[in-house]
């Protein structure tokens, strides 16, 4: 099954926290917050303007982003749990240095 977002929402799949402190305490899985970062799976095509025109949308599937802590709605798509938000909930992407 293939999955397509409408608009202009974003389908992304968290990215696993962090396991350890930086003092090297282990954190438990009942312990841990959910990850607020994470890599878009996929992007609709984006939104109509008050022209009618198409806006495209400024993230791409494999860009890593940031949202919010209870940003958006979680789904199982295929046995995967993905975030479905639209890009105003994004705060950001990440990006590497070279």
């Known amino acids: 099954m293939k999955f397509r977002p409408l608009h202009d929402r974003v389908v992304v799949r968290r990215l696993d926290a962090e396991q350890k402190t930086a003092g090297g305490i282990i954190i438990p899985d009942t312990a841990k917050e959910k990850p607020m ?11 109509r303007n008050d022209r009618g025109d198409l806006v495209a949308l400024d993230v ?9 802590k209870w940003s958006g709605t979680e789904v199982k798509i295929e046995g995967e749990e993905l975030l479905i938000l639209k890009e105003s909930d994004l705060m950001g992407v990440v990006e590497t240095a070279p």
């Open 37 to 47: 970062e994470g890599e878009v799976v996929a992007a609709g095509p984006g939104v």
């Open 60 to 68: 791409k599937p494999g860009d890593r982003v940031l949202f919010g």
